[in-house]
């Protein structure tokens, strides 16, 4: 269950085309920006009946 995504980077602002997992329900992991190298929280949100998911952004320091 991939998708690609397109996000903003919280430091930035740039966006960015990443690839999501989905497969294995919700999560959390650091990723760094593809531009200016900063740590960004992902977090991914699963719907167990339709399989469908969010992604949310967040810097470190939120």
């Keep these: 269950m991939y998708r690609t995504e397109t996000i903003s980077c919280p430091y930035c602002g740039e966006l960015q085309d990443t690839d999501i997992d ?14 200016c ?14 399989g469908e998911f969010a992604v949310y952004v967040k810097r470190d320091d939120d």
């Design 37 to 50: 190298c900063a740590p960004i929280l992902f977090e991914l949100t699963v719907s167990p009946f339709t």
């Design 22 to 35: 989905g497969s294995g329900g919700d999560q959390s992991y650091w990723q760094d920006c593809q531009v």
